[in-house]
């Protein structure tokens, strides 16, 4: 069956450093990929997506880019700020498929100021 | 417009005792779905409707947990007899359900669920 694969946190960094957090999936077709983000106390928002391989979705900073050769759909950013302290998912949803997602286990980010 | 809207957003109850629970989803969304995440865990997938049907129970934890939805909008998810395990956060999503990979779900704040 489909899984999405996330590097298991909690990432801590200082502000302005360079993030990755790197998500693998597995999964038949064509995928959309997706990254969601927490905030504490809230529910998860949609960060940004990718629909087919090569997109690179983007938002707030953020980018990650579909590799279907590799099967990932690592999240970077070039520089982070303390506000960016969240927890972050990655997740695939495949038409055809059932309606339901498929999510990572989450991965937190802890920014120092 | 409003988004997707959930109540109580903190429930304390004992064990032993029934909890409903509310999601009010964006409305024109057809898809609903539940999930439950536990301290430090990811999304647990519960149950999801499409309209007011639910085509995928797959993910209630046991018989205790069931859900509904009326109108194709409102949903309560019920748990009997709580027990302490069921303490999580439970969230609920929507999305508009068009069949395409990629829709977006848009989620609620959640609810706490502390049973005691």
């Known amino acids: 069956g489909d899984s999405v694969t996330q590097m298991e946190g909690p990432v801590t960094l200082s502000e302005e450093a360079f993030l990755t957090i790197n998500c693998t999936y597995t999964a038949t077709g064509y995928p959309s990929l997706f990254w969601y983000v927490q905030y504490p106390g809230e529910g998860l928002q949609l960060l940004l997506k990718a629909t087919k391989a090569d997109d690179k979705g983007s938002n707030k900073g953020f980018e990650a880019t579909y590799r279907k050769e590799t099967t990932s759909f690592h999240l970077e950013k070039g520089s982070v700020q303390v506000s960016d302290s969240a927890v972050y998912f990655c997740a695939l949803s495949r038409s055809g498929g059932s309606y339901i997602p498929t999510f990572g286990r989450g991965t937190s980010l802890i920014v120092h100021p | 417009g409003a988004g997707v809207s959930q109540s109580p957003s903190n429930k304390v109850t004992e064990k032993g005792k029934d909890v409903e629970l509310r999601c009010d989803p964006i409305?024109?969304?057809?898809?609903l779905y539940w999930y439950r995440q536990s301290l430090g865990q990811g999304l647990e997938f519960l149950i999801y409707f499409q309209g007011n049907s639910a085509p995928d129970k797959s993910g209630l934890p046991s018989d205790r947990f069931s859900a509904e939805r009326t109108g194709g909008s409102v949903s309560t998810l019920t748990i009997q007899r709580t027990q302490q395990e069921d303490s999580a956060v439970y969230l609920c999503?929507?999305?508009?359900?068009?069949?395409?990979?990629?829709?977006?779900?848009?989620f609620g704040p959640g609810t706490r669920l502390t049973v005691l």
């Open positions: 999503a929507s999305s508009s359900a068009l069949g395409l990979a990629s829709d977006t779900q848009y």
């Open positions: 409305s024109g969304h057809t898809a």
